[in-house]
């Protein structure tokens, strides 16, 4: 099996999760905080399509679906197009007003396709160019590629536990 293969198969499982998570959800509970500091499912899904997008657009040299495909404009958020999430307070968390489950399917599909369109142009030798040379030791793309899946996976599962609770309480 080819190393691209292993992180596609890896980007699917995002995509399912992420699918998983919002499927038929209430839209009232995207925004519903446990207390009043917590994430909320809408931010979690956003926060994660937008670090995929941001981190893919980056390493393969092309514009973030975000600000290529109007997403940006569709969502309307309070935020500079260029915000991901990474970084914002509560408060932002709060502004983060998402209430189409459909808005946050579409745009993580829009993400996927796109990863996926760069993962199948990537060899093996690709994934040890070096991405980032801010960290010692420097980051590569196989490194990069598996950082974005671990965070997306876990925000993907934290998502799906939060509409657990609440569709319990």
Sequence with gaps: MESRDLLLTAFDNVEESVRGALDGVDPALLTVRLDPDANTIAWLVWHLTRVQDDHVAEVAGVEQAYTDAGWADRFALPFPPSAHGYGFSSADVGRTDITDPQLLVDYHA?????TAEFLRTLSAADLDRVVDE??????????RLLSVIGDDLQHAGQAALLRGLLERR
Excluded: A, E, F
């Design 110 to 114: 829009d993400v996927h396709r796109r």
């Design 134 to 143: 801010r960290w010692d030791p420097p980051v590569t793309l196989g490194v």
